[in-house]
């Protein structure tokens, strides 16, 4: 069986690139197929791959300014020729599910969202700061796209979410059921200590929708320390509303971002996310989460025993949550034990499960055992939810 993936475009680093990096673990010898491609971003576990950069590569800045290109990325992957391939895997947040296959061929999308600008354009435009040129221009944009993203919502034989709340917005918006497997956490990255230090922790791309300035409003105010680690089109704008107990570290290495996550009192998680991978790699460190009670939050934490959750998106709100996280006497042991439950091991072996049931699904006449991945043996473990 010839297999291909297919990603949106790979010019960040960030959790969607973190589940095509295991994808690409589990059949290291398909190529991938992208938009565009930014090297410098890829996580180690992609340095090696194969991959095949649409025509959009040519265009001028597209990785630095791959936003202003939006119109272009429909085409661009519809452009690919994945004729000579049984199995597509398309990891999409917005395009990706739309590659064209054979007839006969089984093509299965990990969604990690139905396009969030199309489906959640208000909020989504409320905090990007467009311009007025562009924020004229973008309702006919996205009214277009909207059209193409239920027009080509049929291409993929099957539907894998990454969340509960994926799986909803998926048969809300495409009317397709889908099976969720959750993302892969490295735990064997983290290594708890009892050398715990006076501040929390915030681990993120600098983006609007990621709520950091909730985050840096909340310990302004509690004039606490706050450790800021990550990089993005925000940190000017966050850093001028940050007061002296804020610092500011960048982008870091993954060993260095996980000694501070393996000393800081917790990890604060204060916006909405479609899964989230950063408060179960607290966990796997030992630490617990403050977490906004929305999105993939919903599936990973459980309010008290690997974090605490506040219900709304207020300074108030977060502050009690914090205060409410100091009292709690962690057991790092339990923290990393539910950790483990979301491990690479188990989306390797749940993965693969999945994907043979969508082959078998789809009536699809493969051999069933040329699954011959790092998967095909690992061990599934416990359940797929956190119980």
Not at 24 to 33: D, N, R
Not at 46 to 71: C, E, F, N
Not at 198 to 217: C, E, G, N, Q, T
Not at 327 to 344: C, M, P, Q, T
Request: aromatic share 10%; hydrophobic share 40%.
């Amino acid at each position: 069986m010839k297999v291909a993936l297919v990603h949106d475009h790979l010019n960040q680093a960030g959790g969607a690139e973190r589940v095509l990096e295991r994808l690409h673990f589990l059949f290291p010898s398909a190529p991938i197929y992208t938009a565009i491609l930014d090297r410098d971003s890829l996580w180690p576990g992609l340095r090696d791959a194969d991959i095949r950069v649409s025509w959009m590569q040519h265009l001028p800045g597209v990785t630095r300014h791959y936003k202003a290109y939006l119109p272009f990325y429909p085409l661009a992957i519809q452009s690919f020729d994945l004729r000579e391939y049984d199995l597509v895997i398309s990891s999409s947040s917005a395009f990706a599910k739309a590659a064209r296959t054979r007839a006969d061929a089984c093509h299965v999308c990990y969604c990690h969202t139905p396009m969030r600008f199309v489906w959640d354009y208000a909020r989504y435009v409320e905090r990007e700061n467009f311009g007025r040129l562009a924020g004229a221009a973008l309702p006919l944009l996205i009214k277009a796209l909207k059209h193409w993203d239920i027009s080509t919502s049929r291409r993929p034989t099957a539907y894998i979410a990454n969340s509960s709340i994926v799986a909803a917005r998926i048969n809300t918006y495409y009317g397709r059921p889908s099976e969720i497997v959750f993302p892969p956490v490295c735990v064997e990255r983290f290594t708890p200590t009892s050398a715990i230090e006076d501040y929390y922790l915030v681990v993120s791309r600098l983006v609007p929708y990621k709520r950091v300035d909730l985050a840096i409003s909340a310990f302004n105010t509690m004039q606490r320390p706050l450790v800021v680690i990550g990089d993005g089109p925000d940190r000017s704008a966050l850093q001028r509303l940050a007061g002296p107990t804020v610092r500011f570290l960048g982008h870091k290495p993954d060993e260095f971002v996980a000694q501070y996550y393996a000393r800081c009192r917790g990890l604060l998680f204060p916006g909405e996310e479609d899964f989230g991978i950063t408060p179960l790699e607290a966990n796997a460190a030992g630490r617990p989460v403050v977490a906004y009670a929305r999105g993939g939050a919903l599936d990973t934490v459980v309010d008290g025993r690997n974090g605490v959750l506040f219900h709304e998106q207020t300074v108030a709100a977060l502050r009690a949550a914090v205060e409410q996280c100091d009292k709690i006497a962690w057991d790092a042991g339990e923290l990393r034990r539910h950790a483990e439950r979301f491990g690479e091991p188990v989306f390797g072996g749940r993965m693969t499960e999945a994907l043979e049931r969508a082959v078998r699904a789809s009536g699809k006449r493969f051999a069933l055992s040329t699954f011959t991945t790092a998967a095909a043996t690992a061990d599934v473990g416990g359940p797929a939810g956190v119980g």
